[in-house]
């Protein structure tokens, strides 16, 4: 087996890829924050005008809960990452609980709040939106299960144990408070409960059941439903202000109204609340969030500001194109394969400090391919033909990537004469396809899955299997020559396929085809949502019939190579599957933000071979080609050193 020395360089390996899984998860912890900080400025927002009025405490509880929250909000405003408009942020928070402290009018702290909160999102943007239409109907269900014995049936407050609460149960149906509250406040809430009331925290219901339940109980104020859903299909400028889930979530009815005014805001509401799949129908794919976001981006660069145009720049990719990306692949890959260089281009322009016109100009041509895109994913650009296609080069594309590490262990044990080991490797590929459809219930009734996680399971899932490979593929090229195969049977044969190798191979299997099967839940889930469940099955069948072919033509071709090929061969395979993998998760981890991006220009991009145009992804490459050389030299020379001293 490998000397020690490879194994403390790959632990150095996997430390390394452990600290940016560390990165990864505070990263999403101060999304939290941010979530967190914005849910209690909604709240100061609302409710502060029930507290205080014309200078007086009109209630000492709803006050108390004032008080504490904006100082809550400063304190936790300046624990966020560094960032240039940290401090204004904090000056901010310290301005708004100076005004309640003074007992200031309301409509000045509630400008205060919300401005606070707009500029909060805009130094740390973070996604206010569920990943798909909320269903009303189950919010109702789990409404009149958890929250109408204090809330009533009706919303109203006056539930059987609402009496001798105080503060008293919110009445959702007061239409003057209803109006200044965002559907992502209620939300937040629900998750989250609240403090200093008998409201509970309800984070361990689904994020879709919580969805729900915040759009049933955000319609109680809202019932003009027949008329709001005349105004949103005879009003073209209704449909812009609410182009996506995130601004639904996101605007209050009053924000809504300042533009369409108060009536038609409100029946648009309540059509919306009732029935938001209308809103999904009208727009299936959109690119709203990726160009608002961008604008924003270029703005701050403009300004100065460039860590937050950088991390406006890389929202505008997680939030805004990788959720359509994966349909957008199915459409015109080559398309998608632009529009990733092109926001890689401005994001690396960004980071170079180059001038603002440069940029502008990178921000232009992304835009120009937005408009493209947007064209190959309305809904006229789809058909069976292209469903079919999709599915079955998606799951093709996946599979045998795979399938080339799992046969060759297949076929390396039966080389062996070891069947006693291959249940091992069966139940790592059988035991990652019930991971994976664990992953799709999970992902579709649980939670979701937002693109910096996706690209960071990418991530570190190809790490991790290229460091793996490097050390398999040194390893099968010692065994290429006869002579070496023959003493290892004779002298290791019983130590390397002990129980520990048998659970090794195991966890290889079982790596290598879930993050396989991690894609391609991902890409099938995109093609699912667009309709053709016939084309997409055909496709699906088509390409496993493919698949069971090319994995019937290894198994037999490699019963009948001579050993010492069969194992020059499956090294030089797994030698370049390791270094198409580091270049992939190098490259998902740029996507993720957790990697600098060095543009190399005129380079070519194959993300299929993990080759992308910028230099990270290049390093990683080349050094496990380094370490595969070295290796593979090092063999080399041990069996000379072996053979000389066996009289060869």
Known sequence: MLPARRFR??????????????????????????????????????????????????????YAEMTEFSGTVRKGIATLPASPTRARLVAEAGQLEAAIAAKSDPGKVTGLARGLAADLLAAYPVSLAPRKAPDPLRGAQIYLENCASCHGARGDGNGPQAKGLDPAPIDFTDAERARKRSLFALYQVIGQGLEGTSMPSFSHLPPDDRWAVAAYVGGFAFRDVSAGQHIWNQTPAARKLVPDLQAFTSLSPEALGRTLGPEQADAITAYLRSDPKALINASPATLAIARDKLTQSLAAYRKGNRDEAERLAL????????????????????????????????????????????????????????????????????????????????????????????VAMIAF????????????????????????GATWAIATYAISISGANRELTEGFGSLFAAVVLVWVGIWMHGKSHADSWQRYIREAMGKALSRRSAWFLFGLAFLVVYREVFETILFFAALATQGSSGAIAAGAGTALAVLAVITW?????????????????????????????????????????LLNITPLAHFPRFPALGIFPSLEPLLLQLLALGILWIGYLYNDRQRRRIDVTHGK
Request: aromatic share 8%; no cysteine; net charge negative.
């Open 553 to 593: 033509a290894m198994l037999r071709y490699s019963r009948i190579l001579p050993i010492g090929k069969f194992f020059a061969y499956s090294s030089a395979l797994i030698a370049i599957l390791a270094v198409v993998l580091a270049g992939k998760g190098a490259g998902a981890l740029q996507e993720a933000g």
């Open 413 to 436: 044990l039966r080389k062996a004469e070891r069947p006693e080991v291959l249940p091992y490797v069966h139940g790592g590929w059988i035991a990652a396809l019930a991971a994976g």
């Open 9 to 62: 360089f790959l632990l150095i390996l996997l430390a390394a890829i452990g600290s940016l899984a560390a990165q990864a998860a505070q990263a999403r912890s101060d999304v939290v924050d941010v979530q967190t900080i914005w849910r209690l400025l909604d709240y100061v927002a609302v409710d502060y005008g029930g507290a205080v009025a014309n200078g007086q405490v009109t209630s000492s509880v709803e």
């Open 315 to 406: 929202s505008a990719y997680l939030d805004g194109f990788e959720p359509i990306e994966p349909i957008l692949t199915t459409r015109d890959s080559g398309l998608m394969a632009r529009i990733e260089s092109a926001m890689s281009d401005y994001r690396a322009s960004i980071s170079r400090g180059l001038p603002v016109a440069a940029v502008a100009d990178k921000a232009a041509a992304v835009e120009a391919l937005f408009a493209d895109a947007e064209a190959a994913l309305s809904p006229d650009a789809a058909s069976d033909a292209s469903t079919f296609v999709g599915a079955l080069t998606i799951l093709l594309r996946e599979g045998v990537e795979a399938l080339l590490i799992v």
